[in-house]
């Protein structure tokens, strides 16, 4: 799992440092800098998601070890909101692995030694892989996959912290489950 930075607005990068993650066979990871000034770095394995550390930029990394945020071997998503504090987006239950369903989005206001909500926001199986981002009106918007093989859907929810702590939708113009693309055309050969 590397780490990339830029300091002139993404036009070069530069490698800065990396850890071995056992037990993977994807790097899909995603960090945060703490308010302490270390970066914690979340990573998908075969057993779920390893975590690990680093106090100096990310040049090096402490022994990445397995953290109590359970997860199939999917990708999820971590990110720093405006309010200051962590969302995370994942399948299910923090403590369960439950497999490609639930896509349930939590917060944390201690830097991710406890969370807040469990707002299912897809409760079907097949979803994965999301991604977002939160506009300058606060409102996150959170994109992923459903039945990549069949259904071949990209579908993005629109929620508010509130609706995350409330653990249904109660601010206006939130939404779910709003089709973005589907894939038209024959599907491909089962292997």
Same mark, same amino acid.
């Given at each position: ?5 830029? +300091?002139?607005?993404? /036009?070069?990068? +530069?490698?800065? %440092? ?12 995603? @960090?945060? !800098? ?12 075969? *057993? $779920? ?26 990708? @999820?998503?971590?990110? &720093? ?10 399948? =299910? ?5 439950? %497999? &490609?369903?639930?896509?349930? /989005?939590?917060?944390? !206001? ?6 807040? #909500? =469990? @707002?299912? @926001? ?6 994965? *892989?999301?991604? #977002? ?10 994109? *992923? ?5 069949? !259904? ?20 206006? #113009? ?9 894939? &038209? $055309?024959?599907?491909?050969?089962? +292997?």
């Amino acid at each position: 799992a590397h780490l990339f930075v830029s +300091t002139d607005k993404g /036009a070069t990068w +530069t490698r800065r %440092g990396g850890v071995v993650i056992p037990q993977s066979d994807f790097d899909e990871h995603m @960090f945060v !800098e703490l308010k302490d000034g270390r970066l914690w770095l979340l990573a998908r394995t075969k *057993y $779920g998601i390893a975590e690990t550390f680093s106090a100096d930029g990310g040049r090096t990394w402490s022994e990445p070890a397995p953290s109590a945020i359970q997860n199939p071997s999917a990708r @999820f998503f971590l990110r &720093r909101l405006a309010s200051g504090n962590l969302l995370l987006v994942k399948n =299910g239950p923090l403590d369960q692995r439950i %497999g &490609r369903a639930q896509m349930t /989005a939590f917060l944390s !206001e201690n830097e991710g030694k406890t969370w807040k #909500g =469990g @707002f299912v @926001f897809e409760e079907r199986n097949g979803v994965s *892989y999301p991604d #977002g981002f939160q506009s300058p009106d606060g409102v996150i918007h959170i994109l *992923y996959d459903r039945e990549r093989a069949k !259904e071949r859907e990209i579908l993005m929810a629109r929620f508010t912290e509130a609706d995350v702590l409330a653990v249904l939708l109660v601010s206006p #113009g939130s939404r779910t489950k709003m089709l973005v693309s589907k894939a &038209r $055309g024959s599907t491909l050969p089962a +292997t």
